[in-house]
């Protein structure tokens, strides 16, 4: 598969080159930010958002508002650029848009999103969000407990190891020539990148909240005598896991599957040494909606500038990139994010 070196910021970050809004058209953009930061209920949507992307059911779920009324605040939102829509199959999802529409508003767009970011919900909400985090992670949980003896043949329909495996190791290495001291691979499905780790880092954890998928991953470690990984059963939040100490962590084919991904930037930079660096190979949003029963994915793809906000939002820098070539209707992006060695 051909693969192809990608600038560090997305095409469609930079500013347009277009002239400025007259003064008519920012005078409009101040009023629909004032008007969409100006109600509390709005502020709630953009403090639930900071997390992950929600439906328009699940918004409603979280903050008990009726649908109607809530797709009136999105409305408004949208309209001011505080949110981004996405298709997941058959439903909308919103996530928070960092992105001001034009240089000028930028200071104040951040503005309204720092004051969202200062709200806590009451417990009743904290709960309700809570609780539909953890129902995705229920589902995805039950659907590895399932079917993870057929894991690696579901893969192959989408895009095997084979495919990103390689670019992967290549990006590390040139990060990280000389190996280190600890490796964390969350998610490691049937093990195969733990065969790049091992011989590169003194320790390596091979961690995973499936025990079906961590037997199989176990297997693997055994069968080819990896004497220096360890499986660990958990998720990126294990207490056993040491703080500020990997040299690296990896999430392969990882985030689509996990109920909220930006939580595994925040725990990445948290686990991480300063320098560390996060390595992500993750599927491109695509329309493949079968992916979601015969592969268990909670998310169809995720975009780079997700990937981007998440990072930034957790402390850690973007990094090198290289893009796959498509296949099969899938497009793999491979990234690293690097702490800050201040």
């Keep these: 598969m051909e693969a192809s070196s990608c600038s560090m910021t997305p095409a469609d970050s930079s500013e347009s080159p277009s002239r400025p809004p007259s003064g008519g058209d920012i005078s409009a953009m101040v009023l629909q930010l004032c008007k969409a930061g100006g109600d509390m209920l709005r502020l709630q949507v953009?403090?639930?958002?900071?997390?992950?992307?929600?439906?328009v059911q699940e918004l409603c779920q979280i903050l008990d508002v009726r649908q109607s009324g809530m797709s009136h605040h999105l409305k408004i939102l949208a309209a001011a650029g505080l949110v981004a829509r996405r298709r997941e199959g058959n439903s909308?999802?919103?996530?928070?848009?960092?992105?001001?529409?034009?240089?000028?508003l930028r200071e104040l767009h951040t503005?309204?999103?720092?004051?969202?970011?200062?709200?806590?919900l009451d417990a009743g909400q904290?709960?309700?969000?809570?609780e539909g985090v953890a129902e995705r992670a229920e589902r995805s949980r039950a659907f590895f407990a399932e079917h993870a003896g057929e894991f690696g043949e579901q893969q192959e329909q989408m895009v095997a190891f084979g495919v990103y495996g390689p670019s992967a190791a290549e990006m590390l290495r040139a990060?990280?020539?000389?190996?280190?001291?600890?490796?964390?691979?969350?998610?490691?499905g049937e093990g195969a990148f733990l065969a790049e780790l091992a011989p590169r880092y003194r320790q390596v954890i091979a961690l995973d909240n499936s025990e079906a998928m961590l037997a199989k991953a176990q297997a693997y470690v055994a069968g080819q005598s990896l004497d220096n990984v360890r499986c660990l059963l958990g998720d990126s939040r294990s207490a056993a896991l040491p703080s500020a100490t990997a040299d690296c962590v990896v999430a392969n084919m990882v985030l689509?599957?996990?109920?909220?991904?930006?939580?595994?930037?925040?725990?990445?930079?948290?686990?991480?040494?300063?320098?560390?660096?996060?390595?992500?190979?993750?599927?491109?949003?695509?329309d493949q909606n079968w992916a979601r029963e015969a592969c268990g994915d909670l998310w169809l793809g995720i975009a780079?500038?997700?990937?981007?906000?998440?990072?930034?939002?957790?402390?850690?820098?973007e990094g090198p990139s290289v893009y796959l070539a498509q296949l099969n209707g899938f497009r793999?992006?491979?990234?690293?994010?690097l702490k800050s060695d201040g």
């Design 175 to 188: 990060a990280q020539p000389g190996g280190g001291e600890l490796a964390i691979e969350i998610g490691p």
């Design 111 to 120: 503005a309204v999103l720092n004051a969202a970011e200062q709200l806590r």
């Design 304 to 317: 780079p500038e997700e990937l981007n906000e998440w990072a930034t939002g957790s402390g850690l820098e």
């Design 256 to 286: 689509h599957h996990v109920p909220s991904p930006a939580d595994i930037f925040r725990d990445a930079q948290r686990l991480l040494r300063p320098g560390g660096v996060f390595c992500v190979a993750e599927l491109c949003p695509h």
């Design 332 to 337: 793999v992006q491979v990234r690293q994010f």
């Design 46 to 55: 953009l403090r639930v958002l900071s997390r992950d992307a929600y439906s």
């Design 126 to 130: 904290q709960q309700r969000l809570a």
């Design 92 to 104: 909308l999802f919103y996530r928070r848009n960092w992105q001001a529409e034009t240089a000028a």
